[in-house]
Antibody, heavy 121, light 110 residues
Framework: EVQLVESGGGLVQPGRSLRLSCAASGFTFDDYAMHWVRQAPGKGLEWVSGISWNSGSIGYADSVKGRFTISRDNAKNSLYLQMNSLRAEDTALYYC??????????????WGQGTLVTVSS | QSVLTQPPSVSGAPGQRVTISCTGSSSNIGAGYDVHWYQQLPGTAPKLLIYGNSNRPSGVPDRFSGSKSGTSASLAITGLQAEDEADYYCQSYDSSPYWVFGGGTKLTVL
């Protein structure tokens, strides 16, 4: 059974940093690209960042570029998101999502339960 | 403002058919990228509902179907049930910012 378990969220002051983690199990982690998707309270889904299986390809949404850094450790089956210079608008539930890429395109076939990040003074 | 446009809400009575539209542009859906749909039940994580415009993952009832034409896509739900009440999101790929979502549609079963 595929499991994605996020951790590391919490209350943080504007301008500070936070590091999110996602522990993966139930599949061959280093075969798949992984992503972070966030959802602000009462709002829709927003793609944040993605990383290929070997970390050779990385992308960020414009809203976080230069402030967030995605990484992975295939030996530990873990995905990370280093979040610096946090802003109030970064307040959201952050989901870890597994990408499936095939003839049908690129989509997310499994999601974690999310970890809540609240940026407030 | 989301790259893909969905109606904020739709509603229908049990047993009825409802559709949810997802409108994009020439840089995403119109460029030939597939559309995928997710269902988010209250208080839970999104779940893949439709992939590749019209394919259902194992376990998704055939009451759910998807289609795509031009720069738009649609999700149809027939035989509406109370447990279908949820938020539905479309997703595709774009030249930037890559993975894009619709703003979400809240389905209310009357």
């Amino acid at each position: 059974e595929v499991q994605l378990v996020e951790s590391g969220g919490g209350l943080v002051q504007p301008g500070r940093s936070l590091r999110l983690s996602c522990a993966a199990s139930g599949f061959t982690f280093d075969d798949y690209a992984m992503h972070w998707v966030r959802q602000a309270p009462g709002k829709g889904l927003e793609w944040v960042s993605g990383i290929s299986w070997n970390s050779g390809s990385i992308g960020y949404a414009d809203s976080v570029k230069g402030r967030f850094t995605i990484s992975r450790d295939n030996a530990k089956n873990s995905l990370y998101l280093q979040m610096n210079s946090l802003r109030a608008e970064d307040t959201a539930l952050y989901y870890c999502a597994k990408e499936l890429a095939d003839s049908s395109g690129w989509y997310f076939d499994y999601w974690g339960q999310g970890t809540l990040v609240t940026v407030s003074s | 403002q989301s790259v893909l446009t969905q109606p904020p809400s739709v509603s229908g009575a049990p047993g009825q058919r409802v559709t949810i539209s997802c409108t994009g542009s020439s840089s995403n859906i119109g460029a030939g990228y597939d559309v995928h749909w997710y269902q988010q039940l209250p208080g839970t994580a999104p779940k893949l509902l439709i992939y590749g415009n019209s394919n259902r993952p194992s376990g998704v009832p055939d009451r759910f179907s998807g289609s795509k034409s031009g720069t738009s896509a649609s999700l149809a739900i027939t035989g509406l049930q109370a447990e279908d009440e949820a938020d539905y999101y479309c997703q595709s790929y774009d030249s930037s910012p890559y993975w894009v979502f619709g703003g979400g549609t809240k389905l209310t079963v009357l």
